[in-house]
């Protein structure tokens, strides 16, 4: 009788829960069957060739990522080497702008106010 009454009370609880899961929106699957783990099998000697392309498997991720970063760290290098050369060539042709402007005023001076 008690072991009745105990699998009433789990099933009680059960559907209690599976209630306000409903009710606030959350589908629960009806029946929920446990995992069983699987067997694995018992572990073979590999061969040095095996081992090595396992390696080289293992750490493919790894190359594509450090390829991806050093195609975008010279993507980034290339763009600032064209900012600098640019601003340079700018800054230059400014600079020699002024330089031009100043000369032509002091060749207008006369010689008194030249020294």
Do not use: N
Not at 37 to 45: G, K, L
Request: hydrophobic share 45%; charged share 20%.
């Amino acid at each position: 009788m008690i072991g009745h009454q105990r699998d009433f009370s789990t099933r009680a609880v059960g559907l209690l829960f599976r209630g306000v899961a409903v009710f606030i929106g959350y589908r629960i699957p009806h029946r929920q069957i446990p995992l069983m783990p699987v067997p694995t099998p018992a572990p073979q000697s590999k061969s040095a060739a095996t081992e090595e392309s396992d390696i080289k498997t293992a750490f493919q991720p790894l190359r594509w990522t450090l390829l991806v970063a050093a195609i975008f760290a010279c993507f980034i290098v290339a763009m600032l080497g064209f900012v600098y050369l640019e601003t340079k060539h700018d800054l230059t042709i400014q600079s020699d702008r002024v330089i031009a402007s100043q000369m032509s005023v002091f060749a207008h001076l006369s010689p008194e106010r030249r020294r």
